[in-house]
C-alpha cells in the first residue's frame, strides 16, 4: 500500500494555458474523488468515479473542466484556458466501496498558480 | 444541502494539556458519518478518527476521542495529552455513507505551545 499519489506537486501556469493533473490512488479503492483547496478553507468536492464511471459532479466543476478515469485506474483532472481563479490546491483522495472501514484517503494534492 | 460548521479558526494549547475543537452540522439523515481530518503545514491530510452515527459510543484513538452529539449535532474533537507534532489545520468532516463526497468546515488551526 503505497498511499495516493499525485502528480505534479505544483504547477505554475500562465492564464489562458492548459493544464492536467494525475492522481494515482490506492491500488484496490474503486472509488476515486477530486477536492479543490482555496487558503483558509476547507476542501471542496469537485467530482468523483466509482470504477471508470464518472458519477457526480459539482456545479463547482464549470465546463472548462474534465475529469477522466480511463480503465478506472489513474485519474485525470484537465483545466482548460485557466484563470487566476483557478489557483488552488487540488486534492485527490481514494476509497473502496463497501469495505468495513470504508474511508477516504488523500494524496499530497497538485498547488496550482495562475498568473 | 448537509453543512459543517467549525466556529474555532485557532486555537492554541500547552504541551501535554488537553484541548477541545468544535464542530457542528446539520442533516436531515438519521445515518451517516462523521470525520475529523488533520492537515499538517505543506503536508497531505490523513484521518484522525470517524464516528457512525448509528453508535452511540464515542470514537476513540489514542490520545484522540470525540464527543458525539447526535440529537444537538455535535461532533467536538478531544485531544489529550497534546503534542508538538499536534499542530496542524483540523477540519471536521460529514458524509451520508463512508463513500460519498464529504463535506468539510472551514478548519481550526492548532497551535501546540513548548
Known amino acids: 500500500d503505497t498511499g495516493v499519489s499525485q502528480n505534479p506537486r505544483h504547477k505554475i501556469t500562465k492564464r489562458g494555458q492548459n493544464v492536467t493533473f494525475r492522481c494515482d490512488p490506492i491500488?484496490?479503492?474503486?472509488?476515486l474523488y477530486w477536492y479543490r483547496q482555496t487558503l483558509g478553507q476547507g476542501p471542496e468536492f469537485l467530482t468523483y468515479?466509482?470504477?471508470?464511471?464518472?458519477?457526480?459532479k459539482s456545479r463547482l466543476l464549470s465546463d472548462r473542466f474534465s475529469a477522466e478515469r480511463p480503465k478506472g485506474s489513474f485519474s485525470t483532472l484537465e483545466i482548460q484556458r485557466t484563470e487566476q481563479g483557478d489557483s488552488a490546491m487540488y486534492l485527490c483522495?481514494?476509497?473502496?466501496?463497501?469495505?468495513?472501514?470504508?474511508?477516504?484517503?488523500f494524496g499530497p494534492g497538485t498547488r496550482l498558480l495562475v498568473l | 444541502a448537509q453543512t459543517v460548521t467549525q466556529s474555532q479558526p485557532e486555537m492554541s494549547v500547552q504541551e501535554a494539556e488537553t484541548v477541545t475543537l468544535s464542530c457542528t452540522y446539520d442533516?436531515?439523515?438519521?445515518?451517516?458519518?462523521l470525520f475529523w481530518y488533520k492537515q499538517p503545514p505543506s503536508r497531505q491530510m490523513i484521518l484522525v478518527i470517524r464516528?457512525?452515527?448509528?453508535?452511540?459510543q464515542n470514537a476513540t484513538e489514542n490520545r484522540f476521542s470525540v464527543n458525539f452529539q447526535k440529537a444537538a449535532k455535535s461532533f467536538s474533537l478531544k485531544i489529550s495529552d497534546s503534542q508538538l507534532g499536534d499542530a496542524a489545520m483540523y477540519f471536521c468532516?460529514?458524509?451520508?455513507?463512508?463513500?460519498?463526497?464529504?463535506?468539510f468546515g472551514k478548519g481550526t488551526r492548532l497551535s501546540v505551545i513548548a
Open positions: 442533516t436531515s439523515e438519521s445515518d451517516y458519518y
Open positions: 491500488s484496490e479503492h474503486n472509488r
Open positions: 468532516a460529514y458524509t451520508d455513507s463512508g463513500n460519498t463526497p464529504l463535506v
Open positions: 483522495a481514494s476509497s473502496l466501496m463497501n469495505s468495513p472501514r470504508d474511508t477516504q484517503y
Open positions: 464516528q457512525e452515527a448509528y453508535k452511540q
Open positions: 468515479f466509482q470504477n471508470e464511471a464518472q458519477l457526480e
